[in-house]
């Protein structure tokens, strides 16, 4: 029996799950209900996709400070949005999720941990995103700039996996946005997928975003591509590399969800509603994501340069239709390419 490459990912690469120190602040006493005071004492279990943890490590001291956090401890947990929801499926402690892609969250509503209304709010459940963009080498010697660039023959093409986590995703879905044009012209789009994988991506992939950005960094591939907030990580950091915002691209919208049957479940919706106000909002922007809300928008744009063309999933049918169409462990277009890359 063949190995599809789904079940030949899992088995090679490591749980990639990285428990952070634990994060408290003094609180003021009196006054806090049973459910803060057992979050004061167990922690706040936060469950969060590599990439973001720049942006939690502004925004946990910021709420901690704040009048709805005080006294209350916040416990991270690192890892692709895969593994993170497959452990929490399994059993592991989680009050708050905060995934690469909502497919992620919606397994979560499957299993009866997450309230099938997470996303009702203004924003859909996302307090922050990205745009997918290319990092190249300083100087970009490849001259790249656009999508077509990306087929230069001998290019070699880094990205997360799409299996094990929602930040591998976002590129491929991004690539058959601009190329089909918003969906308009599937076979344009696909026959694009099929040309990038075979062609220039090697092997499955890391299995986060962050180990991605690593592998580039020190010294993988001609171009990276993943998310602008990535891309600013990496040139924040002093890598001899650089981000190219293609002039039609996706919004990526990272998303934040309550766990119903968490200990803690009146503390961690505490937190998320703080996730949305205009100091946090300006923390995450600070951290290099792109903020949700209009007024903190407008503040940052000149560091947050619109593209000529945003598309959005919505413009492709939504993640319902996305998600089974492309990345379905059996019968998705783009599993079977990489089926085939790695056969």
């Not at 079940?7 to 994060?23: G, I």
């Not at 909002?281 to 903190?296: E, H, K, N, S, Y």
Request: proline share 6%; aromatic share 8%; charged share 20%.
């Amino acid at each position: 029996m063949r190995i599809t490459w789904s079940s030949r990912v899992l088995r090679w690469c490591a749980v990639l799950v990285v428990a952070a120190v634990s994060v408290s602040a003094c609180g003021r006493a009196g006054g806090a209900d049973t459910d803060r005071d057992q979050a004061a004492k167990d922690g706040l279990a936060l469950t969060a996709f590599t990439s973001s943890q720049p942006g939690w490590n502004a925004v946990i001291p910021a709420f901690l400070a704040s009048p709805q956090g005080a006294g209350i401890k916040i416990e991270p947990t690192y890892g692709g949005s895969g593994v993170l929801v497959q452990n929490i499926k399994d059993g592991k402690p989680a009050d708050i999720v905060n995934l690469a892609d909502a497919p992620s969250i919606d397994q979560l509503v499957q299993a009866d941990k997450v309230t099938r209304d997470w996303n009702a709010g203004t924003a859909a459940g996302s307090p922050f995103g990205s745009v997918v963009t290319f990092v190249v080498r300083e100087g970009n010697p490849k001259n790249i700039h656009n999508w077509g660039d990306l087929l230069q023959p001998g290019l070699q093409v880094v990205t997360a996996n799409p299996v094990l986590t929602g930040s591998g995703k976002w590129g491929l879905v991004a690539g058959y946005a601009v190329m089909s044009n918003g969906g308009q012209d599937p076979a344009a789009g696909m026959a694009f997928l099929n040309a990038l994988v075979l062609e220039h991506i090697k092997g499955a992939g890391p299995g986060t975003g962050r180990e991605a950005a690593d592998n580039f960094a020190n010294g993988a591939g001609d171009v990276l591509l993943t998310t602008e907030a990535n891309a600013l990580e990496l040139e924040r950091a002093g890598k001899s590399v650089e981000h190219v915002i293609p002039p039609q691209t996706l919004r990526v919208d990272n998303v934040v969800a309550v766990v119903e049957d968490g200990p803690h479940v009146d503390a961690a919706s505490r937190l998320n509603d703080f996730l949305y106000t205009a100091d946090a909002q300006r923390l995450w922007a600070r951290a290099g994501f792109r903020p949700t809300d209009p007024a903190v928008v407008a503040e940052f744009a000149g560091q947050y340069p619109a593209p000529e063309k945003l598309w959005t999933v919505a413009d492709l049918g939504g993640w319902r239709s996305i998600d089974p169409k492309f990345f379905d462990s059996e019968n998705g277009a783009v599993t079977k390419i990489f089926n085939q890359a790695v056969s």
